[in-house]
């Protein structure tokens, strides 16, 4: 029962350096194409014969507007609170997660490669193998849905992705942004789920998502902002989504 409500939580949500606090908007001038492709390369299965070569640019120059391809490499691990309801932290190079539930104190402790762990109960202990495996199961799943809402834009080129370009629209009638369609082939727990991602067209900072549950739904489930972008070790991340906010958020950089 107490893996159900869990599960409960990540239906509702769909499917050491300290900020250096808010940043401006910028004026930056595109890149080159060749050279930004270059310093961005595609994830293996990225789906690039059916993606828009314009959407293909935008998501480079978003990649470059958040600080960068090897900013973005060179953190080691990322911590930051989903809401109040739990915080994790993210080992991305050993692949080790921990989740900590701030309501009754449960944490999981794994490895998203193995997928091996332990998970410690305020009160009954895990007896099988079976129960253990399935928490491994609910805490890839958070990681997967949670780290979405951190991170989305340093993954718009990831494995299994696709691409569109949608046009223009306008923010509150005023900030002109290209519009990103992103739709997934067999990857994740709900490659049913289609964004539009809204990209400012001077900063080129993602200021809007829009989450559909179903690809062909032509009425999304949420649109929410995304705005208090701040620098964290040579990377921008956002941590307001309309009233929701993503606190505690640190990145930490490897050291060879």
Sequence with gaps: MRAISIISVI???????????????TNSAPLQKDSIWDLNPAAEGFNLEVSDAQAIDIA????????????????????????GSRSLRWNKKTGD??????????????????????????????????????WMELGRSIWRNDSYWLIMPFKLKDSGV???????????????S????????QVGDTPQNRYEVYVDTRSFLVNQWAFFRNAEDTVPLFTLPWTDYAEYEGILLSSHRGDK???????????Q
């Design 178 to 185: 290209h519009v990103l369609g992103l739709t997934f082939d």
């Design 162 to 176: 696709t691409l569109t370009y949608k046009g223009q629209d306008k923010i509150n009638g005023q900030i002109e």
């Design 60 to 83: 480079d120059e978003v990649m470059e507007a958040m600080g960068g391809r090897q900013a973005w490499e060179d953190i080691e691990v990322l911590s930051w609170d989903f809401f």
């Design 97 to 134: 997660l921990n989740i900590f539930f701030l309501d009754d104190s449960t944490e999981i402790d794994m490895n998203l490669e193995s997928m091996q762990g332990m998970v410690f109960l305020p009160s009954n202990p895990l007896l099988s193998s079976d129960s253990l495996q399935s």
């Design 245 to 255: 906010v993503l606190g505690r958020i640190e990145a930490h950089k490897s050291f």
């Design 11 to 25: 239906i509702l949500m769909c499917g050491s350096c300290q900020s250096r606090g808010p940043i401006a908007e």
